[in-house]
């Protein structure tokens, strides 16, 4: 699969997870409001802020669809990992403002909330199960940070809709004793909120400040470069990534007696064995040492 067919195929689930955040959010909000739910309202504030961070992760990969310029000669693919940064942001500011409103109405004397207010937080979790199933199925095989920042999002809600079930059924089963029960479960919401939010921030500044690709790609990317005839070993192996791919840098070791022109050959050859066996790898600037220098220079 080329990058331009990932980012395609990660546009088409960021769209779709808007249309279904866009239906959960209206509908847990007006339920919520009308059945006099603070968890379920928490929870329908949640969802919006889900459309605004699933329209980050789609405006992010249609950004960092566009070919390399000359101002960004390796290409566009950071948007793709600042949207899953703006993503983080705003989880931990919706999650902070949730905390906040569930909160203030604590003590006020109101009704407890109707039974029906169950049914939409009910089809959050069904609906949310199958989201976030299909954004980290789809997120690892194309290796977008962004939108396994949404399945995470997506996962999170699970868990948070699940407290306010918990909290409304508490207050439904008994309103005198229980009666804030759901004031807290839309606590609870906000809590699950931030904590995602925050830890979707830390993977995504990770990238950014160009964290190693995994142990195990590094060791593929040694093991195919010996494939290529005449590379004798491999001295350094970093990489960074700009978007769904790597850019990587790499030293090869060669016999020290041949030309430069042979010694460029087996560099251009590296460069487009790793492009073709690795779909991780953009692109790849290789470096070309001679072979046992290293061994000569410890001897004397």
């Known amino acids: ?60 990969m249609i950004l960092a669809a566009k070919p390399p ?9 950071r948007i793709e990992i600042l949207a899953g940064l703006t993503v983080g942001f705003i989880l931990a500011a919706g999650g902070l403002g949730i905390c906040v409103r569930s909160l203030q109405q604590i003590g006020d004397a109101h009704p ?13 979790v069904l609906l ?21 920042a949404d399945a995470w999002n997506d996962a999170v ?22 009666i804030q029960a759901d004031h807290y479960g839309g606590f609870a919401v906000g809590l699950f909120v931030i904590y995602t939010g925050l830890g979707v921030l830390r993977a995504s500044s990770r990238e950014l400040i160009d964290t190693m690709p995994s142990p195990e790609l590094v060791a593929e ?5 010996m494939d290529v005839p005449g590379v004798l070993g491999v001295e350094k192996c970093m990489g960074r990534k700009t978007g769904l791919q790597y850019h ?5 070791e060669v016999d020290p007696e041949i030309t430069v022109a042979a010694s460029h050959d087996i560099a251009t050859k590296v460069r487009a064995h790793l492009r073709r066996t690795i779909d991780e790898v953009a692109d790849v600037l290789v470096h070309v040492e001679p072979h046992g220098l290293g061994m000569q220079e410890s001897v004397k």
């Open 1 to 60: 699969m080329t990058n331009q067919e990932k980012l395609q195929l990660g546009r088409r689930v960021a769209g779709v997870s808007i249309v279904v955040s866009c239906f959960l959010s209206v509908l847990n909000v007006w339920i919520g409001y009308n059945a006099g739910s603070t968890s379920v309202v928490a929870a329908g504030i949640e969802f919006v802020g889900d459309v605004l961070a699933s329209v980050f992760v789609l405006a992010g």
């Open 69 to 77: 310029d000359e101002e960004h000669p390796y290409g566009h693919g």
């Open 112 to 124: 407890p909330p109707a039974l029906y207010a169950v049914w939409p937080l009910l089809t959050a």
């Open 128 to 148: 949310r199960s199958v989201m976030a199933t299909v954004k980290f199925k789809i997120g690892r095989r194309i290796g977008s940070g962004s939108l396994m």
């Open 157 to 178: 809600d699970i868990l948070s809709a699940c407290a306010a079930l918990v909290a409304l059924g508490l207050t439904l089963s008994n309103p005198d004793r229980f």
């Open 221 to 225: 990317i040694r093991r195919n470069s």
């Open 248 to 252: 990587i840098d790499l030293h090869v």
